[in-house]
């Protein structure tokens, strides 16, 4: 499993950021795909699951109603919009293959970082 995440950087509370995953050497067809964080001297968050069941998207609650998770199976690629971003949403992110979004990782790639500060 090689998966890359890109699209983080600084952005000011309040504002947007679009996180990517690329996936190679395998599609995401068969897979639960995730994206979760990782903060300094927090424990990791689950923040968003798409299932390869039903394709439906399962959000932390903390970022319900701001983050958007996306699929372009052409590219092989999924997205995270985030929006109305807070501080606390500061962190490393990063995407993983699941075999199921309440089951065990099967891998993940380099995270990206999203700062939000003013």
């Known amino acids: 499993v090689q998966l890359q995440a890109s699209g983080g950087g600084l952005a000011q509370p309040g504002g947007s950021l679009r996180l990517s995953c690329a996936a190679s050497?395998?599609?995401?067809?068969?897979?639960?795909i995730g994206w979760f964080r990782q903060a300094p001297g927090k424990e990791r968050e689950g923040v968003s699951c798409?299932?390869?069941?039903?394709?439906?998207?399962h959000d932390a609650d903390s970022v319900k109603g701001r983050f958007t998770f996306s699929r372009d199976k052409r590219r092989n690629t999924v997205y995270l919009q985030m929006n109305r971003l807070k501080p606390e949403d500061t962190a490393v992110y990063f995407c993983?293959?699941?075999?199921?979004?309440?089951?065990?990782?099967?891998?993940w790639g380099q995270g990206t970082q999203v700062t939000v500060s003013s």
């Open positions: 798409m299932s390869s069941s039903d394709g439906t998207t």
């Open positions: 993983a293959a699941y075999v199921s979004c309440d089951g065990p990782s099967l891998g």
């Open positions: 050497r395998f599609t995401w067809d068969y897979y639960s």
